[in-house]
């Protein structure tokens, strides 16, 4: 049985959504994209002139996961500063998307971004990555805090 769906998000776009109950700690699927740096990967983003930026997603070491090119549905995660899913790297830079806490079907699956730019924070790009996510203690930014 699938675990999970893509479907339209009412925070952005189209989300990732739990079809069964998940719980904790489960990893439930790899994040597929190309390993390249935040530079190339949103500079590509501005020339295609889409809002796509929920394909990227940072990893320990500050390059990221683009998951416009040869990505699979984890490219469809959004991202919330209150998420019920983390993205793990393992030794070999494959990153896998695990659950933080339990999961009930119909639940929208969230993982932080954690994009760390070393660009100037411009007001577009402030704008590009702002946050809706709607939680408690949402930062309003999509962008790692340490970088801005
Ligand atoms: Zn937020």
Redesign the pocket.
């Given at each position: 049985m699938r675990r999970m769906t893509v479907r339209k998000s009412l925070v952005h776009g189209r989300g990732v959504f739990a079809l069964q109950a998940i719980p904790a700690g489960q990893r439930i699927f790899e994040c597929r994209g190309e390993v390249t740096s935040w530079r190339r990967a949103s500079a590509r983003y501005r020339r295609s002139g889409l809002p796509g930026h929920t394909f990227i997603f940072g990893l320990a070491d500050g390059r990221v996961i683009d998951g416009s090119v040869g990505g699979n549905s984890a490219r469809w995660l959004n991202h919330?500063?209150e998420p019920n899913c983390e993205a793990i790297e393992d030794e070999r830079g494959r990153v896998f998307i695990e659950t933080l806490g339990d999961v009930m079907p119909g639940d929208e699956l969230f993982i932080t971004y954690g994009l760390a730019t070393d660009e100037a924070l411009t007001p577009e790009l402030a704008a590009a990555y702002s946050?809706h996510?709607g939680?408690r203690w949402?930062?309003?930014s999509m962008l790692a805090l340490a970088n801005r």
């Open positions: 919330s500063c946050c996510c939680a949402c930062n309003g």
